[in-house]
């Protein structure tokens, strides 16, 4: 007569689970005690002078100034905004030019890409040309003499001064030029270096190891990830700081916990571009280590009475 009940088998599926997870564990714990925090930086060494949030001035407070231009640069380093932060191309013949867009169109009385014109072709236009503060009505800095100005002449205005300079849609060699530069005017320790590509910035790192650098886009989602989980302890960066936005793609990027795995992994926190009062509050509150806005004088204003 057959056995009314089946003889117990290994629960195989459950034993591999067990196995896997135990796997996993042993190479978190792994990965946990070989990872290391962010290599400090000179960088982010505190100055006399220093507020306890660094004021960015995004290119040079566009909100307020033609972008990219001198004149901007020259108002917010007069206002006290510790960091001028820019952006760069690289023209048809080499040179290092600091504008946002790809092309000249929106801020010039020009037309065309950057990487297709001369720097002498570029400098001929009107960096103010549409520049207005009353949509549109009126154009204060037209025919003032404003261009485009190259990163060397940056260098040679502000030797002390720290810059946040964002590599733009540029060919990977731009990494030697840029490094060339930076090394000739002794600003290793003076530029932070960003860029939204990770072909230029994992070139840029291995030409100029010595300069500091932020995480890309693809770095700050994978950073994200691992800390949203809680993974980030076996996690070692190879950049010194998060420059990301309050919220993207719907998600809240700045929280406490974001904050908190910043803060484990020796990251400062940067966000961008905050512009709005009550933004700047709370952008505050959570104890960032800059901001960058298109109105310094706004934000420097409230720096005296956050916590």
Same mark, same amino acid.
């Given at each position: 007569?057959?056995?009314?009940?089946?003889?117990?088998?290994?629960?195989?599926?459950?034993?591999?689970?067990?196995?896997?997870?135990?796997?996993?564990?042993?190479?978190?714990?792994?990965?946990?005690?070989?990872?290391?925090?962010?290599?400090?930086?000179?960088?982010?060494?505190?100055?006399?002078?220093?507020?306890?949030?660094?004021?960015?001035?995004?290119?040079?407070?566009?909100? @307020?100034?033609? !972008?990219? $231009?001198?004149?901007?640069?020259?108002?917010?380093? %007069? &206002?006290?905004?510790?960091? #001028?932060?820019?952006?760069?191309?690289?023209?048809?013949?080499?040179?290092?030019?600091?504008?946002?867009?790809?092309?000249?169109?929106?801020?010039?009385?020009?037309?065309?890409?950057?990487?297709?014109?001369?720097?002498?072709?570029?400098?001929?236009?009107?960096?103010?040309?549409?520049?207005?503060?009353?949509?549109?009505?009126?154009?204060?800095?037209?025919?003032?003499?404003?261009?485009?100005?190259?990163?060397?002449?940056?260098?040679?205005?502000?030797?002390?001064?720290?810059?946040?300079?964002?590599?733009?849609?540029?060919?990977?060699?731009?990494?030697?030029?840029?490094?060339?530069?930076?090394?000739?005017?002794?600003?290793?320790?003076?530029?932070?270096?960003?860029?939204?590509?990770?072909?230029?910035?994992?070139?840029?790192?291995?030409?100029?190891?010595? @300069?500091?650098? !932020?995480? $890309?886009?693809?770095?700050?989602?994978?950073?994200? %990830? &691992?800390?949203?989980?809680? #993974?980030?302890?076996?996690?070692?960066?190879?950049?010194?700081?998060?420059?990301?936005?309050?919220?993207?793609?719907?998600?809240?990027?700045?929280?406490?916990?974001?904050?908190?795995?910043?803060?484990?992994?020796?990251?400062?926190?940067?966000?961008?571009?905050?512009?709005?009062?009550?933004?700047?509050a709370r952008v505050i509150a959570l104890g960032v280590d800059g901001i960058n806005t298109d109105y310094p004088q706004?934000?420097?204003?409230?720096?005296?009475?956050?916590?």
């Open positions: 007569m057959a056995s009314l009940t089946q003889p117990k088998r290994p629960r195989r599926g459950l034993r591999a689970l067990v196995v896997g997870l135990a796997g996993l564990g042993a190479v978190y714990a792994a990965f946990a005690l070989t990872s290391r925090p962010a290599a400090p930086h000179p960088w982010f060494a505190r100055r006399p002078g220093d507020r306890r949030i660094l004021v960015f001035a995004h290119q040079g407070g566009e909100g @307020v100034w033609p !972008s990219n $231009t001198m004149l901007g640069f020259e108002r917010s380093a %007069a &206002l006290g905004a510790e960091v #001028l932060d820019t952006d760069m191309h690289l023209t048809r013949d080499g040179a290092l030019v600091l504008m946002h867009d790809q092309t000249v169109d929106r801020t010039t009385n020009g037309t065309g890409a950057i990487r297709d014109l001369t720097l002498a072709e570029l400098q001929r236009l009107d960096a103010g040309y549409r520049f207005s503060l009353d949509a549109g009505k009126t154009f204060p800095f037209r025919g003032q003499g404003l261009v485009a100005p190259t990163l060397e002449s940056l260098f040679q205005r502000w030797p002390d001064k720290r810059f946040g300079i964002e590599i733009k849609q540029t060919p990977v060699e731009i990494a030697g030029f840029f490094c060339a530069l930076i090394r000739k005017y002794g600003m290793q320790d003076k530029v932070l270096v960003s860029s939204f590509r990770q072909e230029n910035m994992n070139a840029f790192r291995i030409a100029c190891p010595e @300069v500091a650098t !932020s995480a $890309t886009q693809d770095e700050v989602t994978l950073f994200f %990830a &691992l800390n949203t989980v809680g #993974l980030t302890y076996a996690y070692t960066p190879n950049y010194q700081s998060l420059q990301v936005p309050e919220t993207f793609g719907g998600l809240t990027v700045l929280t406490p916990q974001f904050m908190a795995g910043a803060r484990n992994r020796g990251l400062a926190v940067q966000p961008w571009t905050i512009n709005d009062p009550e933004q700047m706004r934000l420097i204003e409230m720096l005296p009475h956050s916590p």
